[in-house]
């Protein structure tokens, strides 16, 4: 979950900056962060719907995805919660 907030605060910075969140297309590459593969060695997805981003790890096998939606999640997605947001 920390990754996934460091991506969120990273984008929201990058929309703040230039005006646009970064191109999909270029994956997490603008946003110059350490990391960008979650625990299980996988990429993070990053896409623009609906003009929102989502960024999702498709967390370990058989378990749900692991979703983070900084500006709200579009229809058809809802965010994760950590476990501390939970309590």
Do not use: F
């Amino acid at each position: 979950m920390l990754d996934l907030k460091a991506i969120e605060s990273a984008l929201s910075l990058h929309l703040v900056q230039k005006g646009s969140y970064p191109d999909p297309a270029k994956g997490l590459a603008p946003l110059k962060l350490k990391n960008t593969r979650d625990p299980w060695g996988h990429d993070y997805v990053y896409r623009l719907e609906s003009g929102k981003p989502v960024v999702l790890s498709n967390g370990a096998t058989g378990e749900q995805p692991i979703v983070a939606c900084p500006d709200g999640c579009p229809a058809g997605y809802q965010a994760t919660e950590s476990r501390e947001e939970a309590k």
